[in-house]
C-alpha cells in the first residue's frame, strides 16, 4: 500500500484525499493546511494526519486546540507520493521543494504544462506517465472534452472540433469571486487556452474553442461541435458514450434539463459531497447534421477529474500498467459508474 500525502487540502484536495483514502493499494499519510478552520478539522475527523504548510502560523493551530504533525516538508517524509492541490501556480512553486526531498508529484490543471512538463488524462495518455516523476492532471473542463471526444475519435475519426465552453464563475464555497450579473467572454480572446490544454493529452486533436464565465456555481456547460471523419449513426454514438466510464447520458425530458437539475440527481446518487465525477451528456442534444456531430454536456467541475488524480498516482508510481485496470479500480472504489 503506497502513502500518498495531499498539499493543499481545498476543493479539490479534499477530494483526492477522500478519493485516495478509500482505495485498496493507497493510504493518506497526511494533508496540510494554511489555517485552522473547519476544513482543518474536519480532516482530523477522518484520521488524517494534518501538516501545515506556513510554519509561522503553529501557533495559531495550537491555540485552536488542532493538533499538527509537523510541516509539509515533515509530511513529505512520510510520503512516497505528493497530490499538489494548490491554487493556480503555487504548484510549480512546489515543484523545487519536491525536486531537493527527491518526492514524485502530481499537479492540477491550474498549473502551466509547460511548467510541469508532462500532462495526464487516464483515457487518452496514462502510459506517458507510467514511471514519471512529475504529471499535471487537465483542469475540469479539458478532462471533460477528453472524456467525450476520445471515444468518438475513436470510434469513427475527429476531423476538427469547436466548443463552446460555459465556465461556472466559481465553485459554491467561493464567496469573493464572480460575476454575479453578467456574462464575461473569458478569456476575451479567441480561442481560448482550453484547445492548447486538450492538445497536451489528445495528442493532435484539431480543435479550437471559446469560453465565458456566467454567474452560476454548480457546474460547467460545452457545446460541442465535431467534424466527423467517417460516416457514423448517431445510435452508435450514443451507444458508445453509453457504455464510455465516467460518462453519463442525461435526459432532459425525465427532468434533467438543467445543470440545476443535473446536480439534484447527483445528491439522489449519495456520493461524498453529492460530486458527480461522471460528464452528463443530453441525449436529446446528440445529432449530426451534415456530417457534423453536435452535443452538449455539463460538468461537475469540484469532482470530475478527482478520479483521474488516483489514476495518475498509479501511473506514477507503476502500480498498475494498464490504464482500463486502473480506471476499473479507481471507479470501483468510488462507486463511479
Ligand atoms: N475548483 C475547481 O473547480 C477546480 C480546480 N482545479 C485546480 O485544482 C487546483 C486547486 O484548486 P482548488 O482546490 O479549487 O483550490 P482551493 O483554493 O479550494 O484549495 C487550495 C488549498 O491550498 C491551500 N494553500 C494555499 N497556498 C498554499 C501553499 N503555499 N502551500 C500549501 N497549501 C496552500 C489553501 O489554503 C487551500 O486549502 C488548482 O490548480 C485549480 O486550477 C482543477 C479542476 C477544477
Ligand atoms: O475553469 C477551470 O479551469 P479552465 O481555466 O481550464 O476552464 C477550473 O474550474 C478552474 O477554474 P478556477 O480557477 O476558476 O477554479
Not at 514524485?104 to 491550474?110: H, P, T, V, W
Not at 514511471?131 to 476538427?160: E, H, Q
Not at 493529452?201 to 464565465?213: F, K, P, R, S, W
Not at 461541435?225 to 425525465?254: F, G, Q
Request: charged share 30%; proline share 4%; net charge negative.
Amino acid at each position: 500500500m503506497v502513502s500518498v500525502a495531499i498539499n493543499g487540502y481545498g476543493t479539490i484536495g479534499k477530494r483526492v484525499a477522500d478519493a485516495v483514502a478509500a482505495q485498496k493499494d493507497m493510504k493518506i499519510v497526511g494533508v496540510s493546511k494554511t489555517r485552522p478552520d473547519f476544513e482543518a478539522r474536519m480532516a482530523l475527523k477522518k484520521g488524517y494526519d494534518l501538516y501545515i504548510s506556513i510554519p509561522e502560523r503553529e501557533k495559531l493551530f495550537q491555540e485552536a486546540g488542532i493538533e499538527i504533525s509537523g510541516t509539509v516538508e515533515d509530511m513529505i517524509d512520510e510520503a512516497d507520493i505528493i497530490v499538489d492541490a494548490t491554487p493556480e501556480g503555487i504548484g510549480a512553486k512546489n515543484l523545487k521543494m519536491y525536486r531537493e526531498k527527491g518526492i514524485k508529484a502530481i499537479f492540477q490543471g491550474g498549473e502551466k504544462h509547460e511548467d510541469i512538463g508532462l500532462s495526464f488524462n487516464s483515457f487518452t495518455n496514462y502510459d506517458d506517465s507510467l514511471g514519471a516523476d512529475y504529471t499535471r492532471v487537465v483542469s475540469c473542463n479539458t478532462t471533460g472534452l477528453c472524456r467525450t471526444l476520445k471515444p468518438i475519435d475513436d470510434l469513427c475519426g475527429i476531423k476538427k472540433v469547436r466548443a463552446v465552453m460555459v465556465r461556472r464563475a466559481a465553485d459554491p464555497a467561493q464567496v469573493k469571486k464572480g460575476p454575479i450579473n453578467a456574462i464575461v467572454p473569458n478569456p476575451p480572446t479567441v480561442p481560448s487556452h482550453h484547445g492548447p490544454d486538450l492538445k497536451t493529452v489528445m495528442y493532435g486533436i484539431n480543435i479550437n474553442t471559446v469560453a465565458l464565465l456566467v454567474p452560476t456555481t454548480l457546474m460547467h456547460q460545452h457545446n460541442i461541435m465535431v467534424e466527423l471523419e467517417n460516416p457514423v449513426d448517431i445510435e452508435e454514438i450514443k451507444e458508445e458514450l453509453n457504455k464510455t466510464s465516467r460518462v453519463m447520458l442525461v435526459k432532459a425530458s425525465e427532468g434533467l434539463a438543467s445543470t440545476a437539475e443535473i446536480m439534484e440527481y447527483a445528491r439522489e446518487l449519495g456520493r461524498p459531497r453529492n460530486d458527480l465525477y461522471e460528464i452528463a451528456v443530453w441525449e436529446e442534444s446528440l445529432n449530426i447534421v451534415d456530417g457534423e456531430l453536435y452535443y452538449m454536456q455539463a460538468v461537475h467541475q469540484e469532482a470530475d477529474a478527482v478520479p483521474e488524480s488516483v489514476d495518475a498516482i498509479r501511473a506514477l508510481l507503476e502500480l498498475e500498467e494498464d490504464n482500463k485496470k486502473s480506471i476499473e479500480k479507481t471507479n470501483k472504489a468510488m462507486g463511479i459508474l
